[in-house]
């Protein structure tokens, strides 16, 4: 079956940096993207990973290696508007978006 | 660029009666579109893709003739849900990808849905 896993629930302090990891057994990889959605919103779209590396965009980066089947968002400066959960979805070899249950961030002043 | 408007945010309707929800891509064509619930404190559970000018497809466990899709144009797609139950109450989020099968989602702003 396909799996995407995702912790449930993390700290931080404001101003500090967090990272968020996600592991994922799919059927064939396509790409994987990291969304924010803060409570009672819909998601909306952080970044896209399709190669190994790190993409850094502003405050927020994202990194993938397909090897090993992990990716990870780190959040740099964290501000309390950065409380929300975060989202890894995979696309499989159908272009199936196939979705992790996302991660509450909870940041602390 | 890429806005997905959905219309309504809320609405509460009473048990037995049908809702509409339109999802409408404002600045892109969309020849598919998806459909997700997502009750509180869950994940986003997808429940149909809907595909413009053929029948939508539905995930597992799903009911069609429940949740009825229409996508008529490259631009709008509606979900109704009929005769509707407290159970049904959720959040009904809409979402399209502007360019290809790879491209990020962009959702709307999402539809809660209360059922009384």
């Known amino acids: 079956g396909q799996n995407i896993d995702q912790p449930t629930e993390m700290t931080a302090t404001e101003g500090a940096i967090v990272q968020i990891n996600c592991t994922y057994q799919t059927s064939g990889f396509n790409g994987l993207f990291w969304y924010q959605q803060h409570a009672g919103e819909a998601p909306t779209f952080l970044s896209y990973?399709?190669l190994d590396g790190l993409e850094e965009k502003g405050r927020f980066s994202s990194f993938l290696s397909r090897s090993k089947g992990y990716s990870y968002l780190l959040l740099k400066e964290l501000q309390m508007k950065d409380s929300a959960s975060y989202l890894c979805?995979?696309?499989?070899?159908?272009?199936?978006?196939?979705w992790g249950a996302g991660t509450k961030l909870i940041i602390k002043p | 660029g890429a806005v997905v408007s959905q219309h309504p945010s809320w609405v509460i309707c009473k048990s037995g009666t049908s809702v509409k929800i339109e999802c409408r891509s404002l600045d892109f064509q969309a020849t598919t579109m998806f459909w997700y619930r997502q009750f509180p404190k869950q994940s986003l559970m997808l429940m149909a893709t809907?595909?413009?000018?053929?029948?939508?497809?539905?995930e597992q466990g799903v009911e069609k003739d429940k949740f009825l899709i229409n996508h008529a144009s490259l631009t709008l797609s509606t979900l109704t849900v009929t005769s509707a139950h407290p159970e049904d109450s959720s959040f009904y989020i809409c979402s399209a990808r502007p360019g290809t099968d790879a491209s990020p989602l962009h959702f709307g702003n999402g539809t809660r849905l209360t059922v009384t």
């Open positions: 809907s595909n413009e000018g053929s029948k939508a497809t539905y």
């Open positions: 979805a995979v696309l499989d070899s159908n272009y199936q978006l196939i």
């Open positions: 990973n399709v």
